[in-house]
């Protein structure tokens, strides 16, 4: 049987897709490995990494120390209910928090960036009491109802797979000084674009 770099990407595709629910658009490349900050295609293409593991794996691909680390956790645990911790977990949180500024000494890991972001959303409706939420028009928070709806994959938000939406969720025009969404120059626009209503804000986009 050929290697799957000898395959090439569109025998791959034939072969197994057909199992695949597509969600979403992907790339004509099956990504066979990883060599620090480049893919590997099913054809030996090199492509730059510039999604990073969906934007937040910055840790690149096959870097040997990592790779040990991995194995060497793997071979004592590989996964935990959330009702337990391992000295792995507790020696991470201790380790972030020595890193964070000012009082922040209070860490929560969690396993995904939508996980993520809900949770934070949960705090800080308990900590300030209200329930609304704001997120720039360009902005990407995850592919969980919530978070969705705040992400600029949100243009279509009115559909069926998006509803029922969270109530009090608007969104603010992101900041780009070089090309101005409501034509204004920054300093002189006394960041009109974060004040700018939400209605207006649709249409300026």
């Excluded at 792995?88 to 020595?98: D, F, K, N, T």
């Excluded at 929560?108 to 972001?117: D, I, K, M």
């Excluded at 409501?182 to 986009?205: D, G, R």
């Amino acid at each position: 049987m050929k290697s799957e770099t000898q395959a090439g990407n569109l025998a791959i595709w034939e072969r197994d897709a057909r199992h695949l629910l597509l969600l979403q658009p992907f790339m004509d490349s099956v990504i066979v490995g990883g060599e620090g900050c480049f893919l590997i295609d099913a054809e030996g293409r090199r492509i730059l990494d510039l999604a990073a593991g969906q934007f937040c794996s910055i840790l690149g691909h096959s870097h040997p120390r990592f790779i040990a680390r991995l194995q060497e956790q793997v071979a004592k645990v590989v996964h935990l209910g959330d009702q337990y911790v391992s000295p792995g977990v507790l020696q991470a949180a201790s380790r972030l928090a020595s890193k964070a500024p000012g009082d922040l000494t209070k860490a929560v890991l969690l396993s995904t960036g939508s996980e993520a972001n809900e949770c934070a959303m949960r705090m800080a409706k308990a900590v300030t009491g209200r329930t609304g939420m704001l997120g720039f028009a360009r902005g990407y928070y995850g592919i969980s109802l919530a978070t969705r709806n705040l992400s600029s994959i949100s243009d279509h938000a009115g559909t069926f797979d998006f509803q029922p939406a969270p109530a009090n969720q608007d969104k603010l025009i992101t900041p780009t000084c070089n090309r101005c969404p409501i034509q204004k120059e920054y300093p002189s626009c006394n960041i009109a674009c974060l004040l700018t209503p939400p209605s207006i804000l649709f249409h300026s986009v």
